[in-house]
């Protein structure tokens, strides 16, 4: 609206009619056309410009392909793939691994940082919902992932207390499902970053095994999956066979000589760790039971460095000229 009176109230602008009822050229609070531009201008404010866009934390709050590959850029990260069916208890690895770095209590490792302390927060809060002091039924929440969506990696960096060496891992929460498709239909698409993981972790609920009716179908179905990673991987990569609710008893040593067989046979690198995320009530270990084994075996022995131009052995010289006599008379 253009300002065409002095007085704010005044509607003659869009009436036509002046509210003092004075003629319209003679009105003494009329705006002359000269005057008109400036009020104008003066009375609308100017368009504010846009605010400048601050970082914001990605909305899955898990760290997506392509951030995961500019961390890898900055600094070597071990990619950990992990399988596994529905209730098989990998959530509940995670949980307790983070919740284990929390309170300190990670023999032989100490928390370092993480890039995704809210998803892993998220995961830990549904581990610890409680209800009334007691523990719930369910202890973390069914994972679930919308179908089209990328494997979410959830980071976290730990330091070796022996030696302080640093360690990246990134680790994504698949839901259940993701392993079932791979299993029943072969369906790897969504999988296609196993290819360059560094160890994978095939979860089994232990007590599965251990019970009659479902030790069979859970074994037949380990055995396939271990056949579809087998036939995805083009290099040989680490597999660790974790065995969830080790708290509730043992798994049969025959059993996993069987898959440890199998696996061999599909040129398969196969070591099993049993595993207590949580402790049920008069459970058998306490919780967090093997979490620090798992990890150590997923970071794995550290290649040797390779020296390209060692230095001589000092300790070694004196045998070296003791040769050198030796070679003179031919006692070598
Ligand atoms: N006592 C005990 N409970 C466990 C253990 N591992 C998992 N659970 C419980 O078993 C249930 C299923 O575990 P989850 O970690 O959610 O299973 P998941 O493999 O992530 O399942 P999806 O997300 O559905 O694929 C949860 O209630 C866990 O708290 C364990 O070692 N000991
Ligand atoms: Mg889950």
Same mark, same amino acid.
């Given at each position: ?115 995704t302390l809210m998803a892993l927060n998220e995961i830990a809060q549904g581990a610890r919902r409680f209800n009334e002091g007691s523990p719930p039924e ?59 993981? /560094? ?5 089994? /609920? ?127």
């Amino acid at each position: 609206m253009l300002a065409t009176c002095r007085i704010p109230e005044c509607t003659f602008a869009e009436t036509g009619v002046c509210l003092e009822n004075n003629p319209p050229d003679q009105c003494p609070n009329r705006i002359a056309a000269d005057e008109d531009g400036a009020a104008s201008t003066a009375s609308v404010p100017p368009p504010l410009s846009a605010p400048e866009e601050k970082p914001r934390f990605p909305s899955s709050l898990t760290m997506g392909l392509t951030e995961a590959g500019e961390l890898m850029s900055e600094r070597y990260c071990r990619v950990v793939g992990i399988l596994g069916a529905p209730d098989s208890g990998k959530t509940a690895s995670l949980a307790s691994l983070f919740l284990l770095l929390g309170g300190n209590k990670l023999s032989g490792f100490e928390f370092g940082d993480s890039r995704t302390l809210m998803a892993l927060n998220e995961i830990a809060q549904g581990a610890r919902r409680f209800n009334e002091g007691s523990p719930p039924e369910q202890m973390t929440v069914h994972t679930e992932l919308n179908e089209d969506r990328d494997a979410g990696f959830l980071h976290l960096r730990l330091k070796r207390i022996a030696d302080e060496a640093v360690f990246d891992l990134l680790m994504p929460d698949l839901p259940g499902e993701w392993s079932d498709t791979f299993i029943d239909r072969n369906r790897a698409d969504r999988l296609d970053f196993l290819k360059s993981a /560094d160890c994978i972790w095939i979860m089994a /609920d232990g007590r599965q095994l251990a019970t009659l009716d479902s030790r069979r179908t859970t074994l037949r179905r380990l055995d396939l999956l271990l056949g579809r990673v087998a036939a995805l991987l083009e290099r040989a990569v680490p597999i660790l066979l974790v065995l969830t609710h080790r708290d509730s008893g043992e798994v049969s040593d025959e059993d996993m000589a069987a898959l440890k067989a199998s696996a061999a046979a599909k040129s398969l690198e196969l070591e099993v760790v049993p595993i207590s995320s949580f402790r049920r009530r008069g459970g058998q270990t306490s919780p967090g039971f093997g979490i620090a084994d798992l990890i150590t075996k997923t970071i794995g022995a550290d290649p040797d460095p390779t020296v390209f131009w060692p230095d001589s052995d000092q300790s070694a010289e004196p045998r070296q000229m003791l040769r050198f006599g030796s070679a003179g008379t031919g006692h070598e």
